[in-house]
């Protein structure tokens, strides 16, 4: 039986010939007998006879609602009619108590705001369910049933005679936001414990990209690079070396008519020097 019951339907047939009498069906403690299916259980069922006969009569039974988690097996159910020999039908049955399991996701880590990661995945199931399975992903994170299609913030799975057979669950994480997400995808279904999953990652931003300096000087560059959406600010490091030049170095030079010519020395060495000889 799902859940607390009732169960599912079963059923077998009663016919009568030579009768004295009615046949009543009765039924055992924990079951309860219809001559209609979905309709009309009670604990007893009386077929009239005509002319001291009963046509063939489909009989249905079912395990009663509201019965605590257990087995209830080889419980009688009597067939009797006045001068005739009582027959008899075993019914067989339990009632599990509903449950969801779930497995287990490891962190995200960092991921790009604006865009998605790649997909991790976790199974679900579920038994003794009188309903479906509704998952619901916390801010940032997206379910599906499938790996690349069908992602969003909620999914159902639909028991099939109260089970879920494992499912696999596709999570993948998607920032909007310079955070950390946290939270737990739920599991729920009626009369069943919640199950959680945790979830968490943390939305970054992408480094951005340099490109070339302008405005170089002696004592100053302009620095340049490509704006990254969503930063509020950028972090420049700047390295300024120590070495020194060990000589003069010509860095241009010009030649004219005449004596019309001159040259451009840069003095790299970081000490003064005489040119009185040059």
């Not at 299916?37 to 002319?51: D, E, P, Y």
């Not at 019965?67 to 067989?92: M, P, Y």
């Not at 010009?254 to 010519?261: M, R």
Request: with cysteine; aromatic share 8%; glycine share 10%.
């Amino acid at each position: 039986s799902v859940g607390n019951g009732p169960s599912a339907e079963q059923k077998f047939t009663v016919s009568g010939e030579n009768l004295t009498n009615d046949i009543v069906i009765t039924s055992p403690t924990n079951y309860e007998v219809s001559t209609t299916t979905g309709a009309n259980f009670a604990s007893s069922k009386t077929l009239t006879q005509t002319g001291g006969t009963v046509n063939a009569t489909t009989i249905y039974v079912r395990l009663k609602s509201g019965l605590s988690a257990g087995t209830f097996n080889s419980e009688i159910i009597n067939i009797t009619s006045t001068d005739s020999q009582t027959k008899t039908v075993t019914c067989n049955g339990s009632v599990g108590s509903p449950a969801i399991s779930v497995g287990t996701v490891t962190a995200f880590g960092s991921q790009v705001t604006g865009t998605t990661s790649a997909n991790k995945t976790y199974t679900v199931s579920g038994t003794y369910l009188s309903a479906n399975i509704d998952l619901t992903a916390p801010t940032g994170f997206e379910i599906s049933t499938t790996s690349n299609s069908g992602f969003g913030s909620t999914l159902s799975l639909s028991p099939t005679n109260g089970t879920v057979s494992s499912t696999t669950i596709y999570l993948r994480f998607a920032p909007t936001q310079l955070q950390t997400y946290s939270g737990e995808i739920t599991h729920s279904s009626t009369g069943v414990t919640t199950q959680n999953v945790a979830v968490s990652g943390t939305g970054s931003l992408i480094a951005p990209t340099a490109t070339a300096a302008t405005s170089v000087g002696g004592n100053a560059f302009t620095a340049n690079w490509n704006t990254v959406v969503g930063a509020t600010g950028y972090e420049l490091d700047v390295y300024q070396g120590s070495g020194t030049a060990s000589d003069l170095i010509i860095s241009e030079y010009l030649e004219g008519s005449a004596n019309n010519k001159y040259i451009e020395i840069f003095n790299g060495t970081a000490s003064a020097i005489d040119l009185t000889n040059y």
